[in-house]
């Protein structure tokens, strides 16, 4: 405890780095799943192709992509760039099978009916099909997430900064206190942020709500 | 081209006494990591999963243990270790990395047990089996699929993770990553990435083999059908419930 409040200023720029470094790569994973979805929901070759890429995209080790990506694109070992676009990797592998599936999901009827009622096929997708799969975006930006909060710490491991440095910091020292500092301030924040989204999610797609508890009553 | 030369140089191949492990060693601490961890996730989270999903209660405790796992970085947990149990080697790989393989197996196990049709497991019981016989005859079977997949996912994960292992000096193909990044010998790092990348995929090719083995191909046909017929309309939860395993409160 002693070692927490006497390196508040370490801990809280480390913890602005991680959370830069661990979002980021959500929120642009994000945006470019939704169209690759889209694209997988739409042409069955498309589907399968994109989907094999992503299983194996995300069989590949963080700390692989991690040295490889200088190789790649041409950046610097150290660049933090390197890890932003690792992690944005993950992020994409893991979006894109749930959006083609949450979207080929989407009821025929209800597609019908949109159509029926005056929806041109790109407010159809915005207007219907997207909404219509919150619950399972929300479901895989929780993993995305909490699994990119965690992964962020190898970053360390390259020189890239972040909570990883207290674990790596803590262990050339033998520091007990800096490496469960790091771990715990981890944590909370992936709870924090699961939390935000499932509350989010829920607000966005309510009538999702009955379902789910009936789930798991 | 330098690549090349690093995997044909029979030095980073056969090693170099006292100063760099043969590759087939490094190999085989990798390996032998992590199977070793993910039988031991396995034999702790599976019995567990499936009894809570058997009983039915406890399954937002699952849920949320799982959740919390999953967001327990791996460095730390190995560096922590390192320190506790103030051991440099294999010692402190095993419980770091057997608490990366819990929370897929425990989560898939669960949801695979608790979402056996349930008028299945009542003409079960109704043909005289006892509550053990429901459970290791009739819903382990059916859940099979999905415990494979958990066992899937907990393998690759502690496979790509078993690499920071070196990071302790415990050694595994993790090495060559350290090893070459102290030394700036970026062809050396290269070469261990794609070592542990290329172990992944044959692992992953493996584990999908297996699989066609382990389930009961009774199921294979049915679960195919049902699984059109059924997830259509409530998608969003059956993703849900598998792409978290256990992440819905």
């Keep these: ?217 | 081209v330098s690549i090349i030369d690093w995997f044909t140089n029979p030095i980073n191949i056969n090693g170099n006494p006292g100063l760099q492990p043969s590759l087939w060693e490094l190999l085989w601490q990798h390996v032998w990591y992590s199977l070793v961890a993910v039988a031991i996730g396995a034999v702790i989270a599976v019995p567990i999963g499936a009894w809570i999903g058997h009983s039915g209660k406890g399954g937002l405790a699952v849920a949320g243990i799982a959740n919390a796992l999953r967001g327990l970085p791996e460095l730390g947990l190995l560096t922590l270790f390192v320190i506790l149990l103030n051991s440099i080697g294999a010692l402190p790989v095993f419980p770091a990395l057997i608490i990366l393989a819990i929370p897929p197996l425990l989560a898939n196990t669960y949801a695979g047990v608790a979402n056996v049709d349930k008028a299945v497991v009542d003409a079960s019981r109704g043909v005289g089996m006892r509550e053990r016989g429901v459970l290791l005859g009739v819903e382990l079977p059916i859940a099979m699929p999905l415990i494979f997949g958990g066992l899937r996912t907990a393998l690759l994960q502690v496979i790509a993770t078993t690499a920071i292992a070196a990071y302790v000096g415990a050694g595994s193909l993790g090495y060559y990553i350290f090893s070459g990044l102290s030394v700036r010998n970026y062809t050396e790092m290269l070469a261990g990435a794609i070592l542990i990348a290329a172990l992944a995929l044959i692992v992953l090719g493996l584990m999908t083999v297996v699989q066609r083995f382990v389930v009961s191909p009774g199921l294979r046909p049915a679960t195919r059908r049902r699984r059109v017929a059924l997830t259509r309309p409530p998608a969003a939860n059956t993703a849900a419930g598998v792409e978290t395993a256990g992440g819905n409160p």
């Design chain 1, 1 to 217: 405890v002693t070692w927490v409040s006497q390196n508040i200023p370490q801990i809280l720029n480390d913890l602005w780095i991680h959370l830069v470094l661990a979002l980021i790569p959500v929120v642009i994973g994000l945006v470019i799943s939704i169209p690759l979805g889209w694209v997988a929901a739409r042409w069955r070759i498309a589907r399968g192709v994109l989907i094999a890429l992503a299983v194996i995209l995300y069989t590949i080790p963080s700390i692989v992509l991690l040295v490889v990506m200088p190789a790649l694109i041409g950046t610097q070992i150290l660049d933090p760039l390197n890890l932003v676009i690792a992690l944005t990797i993950y992020t994409v592998a893991l979006l894109v099978p749930a959006i083609a599936d949450a979207l080929t999901a989407v009821p025929t009827q209800v597609t019908a009916a949109a159509t029926a009622l005056g929806y041109k096929p790109a407010g159809r997708f915005f207007g219907v099909d997207l909404p219509l799969s919150i619950p399972v975006l929300t479901a895989g930006l929780r993993v995305a997430t909490v699994s990119n909060i965690s992964l962020v710490s190898v970053g360390a491991l390259v020189g890239i900064g972040g909570l990883g440095d207290l674990m790596t910091e803590g262990f050339q020292r033998y520091n007990t206190a800096e490496v469960v500092t790091a771990i715990v301030i981890i944590v909370v924040l992936a709870l924090i942020f699961d939390t935000a989204l499932w509350l989010t999610g829920r607000a966005l797609a309510p009538w999702n709500r009955a379902r789910i508890t009936g789930a798991t009553a």
